[in-house]
Structure formats: C-alpha cells, structure tokens
C-alpha cells in the first residue's frame, strides 16, 4: 500500500472536526434558551454537551442504548432537558452563572462535529427615574432660569452596556452609552415648559429588551403653569379689562348723576 493510500485511510478513521464558526445567543434572566444542533438524531449517535473553558459536562444521549444523563454541576441541576429526536439542549430558567460557551460534541460513524454557542444571559433592564436637575438654577441666574425645566434620565443599575436616549415623540434627541462600570449614568434634557402635544420619552434598551418612561407635569411643569405665562396674564389681564372696568364705573357715575337732577 503506498502512502497515499494510507493517508486516505487515515483520513476515513480520523476524527473529523466540522463546524468552527461560533454561534451568539442572547436570552433574559430567568427565561428559557434552546441551543439547536440542526440535526436528527440517528440510532448510533452520541450527543454530548459542555459548558466553558473547562469544558464541564453538561447532558449526553448515548448511541444505540439511547439513554441520557445529566451534570451534577448545581448550575444545571433540575435546569437542563435534552430534545430526544434532535439532541438540542434547552436550559431553562437562566440565570447570569449560565453566561458562556456550549459545545456540542455529535459522534457519528467515527466522525466527530463541533458547534460552539456564545450564550449571553441579560438581567431585566431597571425602569429610568426622571427627576428634576435643579443644579441648573444658580441663585445668580435663578429669576431667569426658573421657568426652564431641566430633567435628568438616571439609570441605576446594569450588567450589560445599554443605550440610554431621550426621544420627542419618534424623534431621536440624545444617546449615551452607560455600563455597569459607567461613572456617568444619566442624560439631561432641558426644556422651556412641557407642552400638550409634545411627548417626550427616556428608552433604555440592549439587543433583547426596552424599558419606557414618559415625561409628565409631575416632573416638568405645563406650559400654561409656567412662571412666564402668569406674568403675562398679570400684564395682559389689566391691560384688557382697565378700560373696560373704567369706562363702566364712568357710566355708573354719570347714572347716579342723572338720578339725582331728576
């Protein structure tokens, strides 16, 4: 035999390694994640699943017997269900300790295919505080400033970087990016007053999730409440109805005048 035909015997009874290409999986705490092997299980097939760099051993089914088992690891216990038909692994009620790589191992006829998962669990986004930035009023600038409204989006807590943006309606105003490692964890919004037809909204949102909190008069004030428009009305009110009250008190006078020549 020469060696050609050797290394083409080899190459039969090698085990081959298919499948480099890792695949991302984003899911929320305390749902459930399925990692599909893309394949139907076939009667010799051994189906095997680790979980990080130390490749712990998550589920198996093995060949022929059919039989599954499952880690002793407490991360998995009573966590982990195999599909029978198809081997994929299903891990539910996840939490962030479920963060990591997979890989999944499928044995068959002496050959042996790789999969790789990237899985990424993201705790619940917290629901944005809107509160008022009164840092903005200075007491030498207090009288000018404080018909404006100055509002601050904060974001307490994360585990993931998160978009953080104020929103007119539809219309993007402002992003920050924020991180648990964020020193800065808030972004402003200023504004005159708050009209009825504005809506303007603080989103906080990853690649799996959104939280929403709308801006309302309990935070900025209506414009018609604003400082500004009851100093007009002050102006405007005697300007309009001066004359008038003076023009009926004349014709009271001159209707008591007449009164008394009669």
């Not at 035909?5 to 085990?15: A, D, E, I, P, Q």
């Not at 705490?29 to 189906?47: A, F, K, P």
């Not at 003076?246 to 007449?258: D, M, N, S, T």
Request: charged share 20%.
């Amino acid at each position: 035999m020469n060696i050609c035909s050797v290394c083409l015997c080899l190459s039969f009874l090698t085990v081959g390694v298919l499948g480099d290409e890792v695949k991302s999986v984003s899911v929320m705490e305390g749902h459930s994640v399925t990692l599909n092997t893309n394949v139907i299980r076939q009667t010799d097939d051994q189906i095997m699943w680790f979980y990080g760099p130390e490749n712990t051993f998550v589920a198996r089914i093995n060949g022929e017997a059919g039989g599954t088992m499952f880690s002793d690891d407490e991360r998995f216990i009573d966590r982990v269900k195999l599909n029978y038909q198809t081997g994929d692994l299903i891990i539910t009620h996840i939490t962030s300790q479920h963060s990591g790589l997979y890989t999944l191992n499928i044995s068959r006829d002496m050959k042996v295919s790789n999969k790789t998962f990237s899985v990424t669990v993201y705790a619940r986004l917290p629901v944005p505080a809107l509160i008022r930035d009164f840092s903005q009023i200075s007491s030498s600038s207090e009288r000018s400033s404080s018909s404006k409204c100055s509002v601050l989006c904060l974001v307490m807590k994360v585990s993931h970087d998160v978009s953080v943006s104020w929103y007119k309606g539809k219309s993007l105003l402002s992003s920050i990016s924020v991180s648990e490692h964020s020193i800065i964890r808030s972004i402003s919004l200023h504004l005159e007053c708050l009209d009825d037809s504005d809506v303007y909204s603080c989103v906080i949102n990853n690649s799996i999730s959104t939280q929403t909190q709308h801006l309302n008069t309990d935070v900025c004030h209506k414009c018609s409440d604003s400082p500004d428009m009851r100093n007009m009305r002050i102006i405007i009110l005697p300007v309009i109805f001066g004359p008038l009250i003076c023009v009926i008190i004349i014709i009271i006078i001159k209707h008591k005048r007449r009164v008394k020549g009669l």
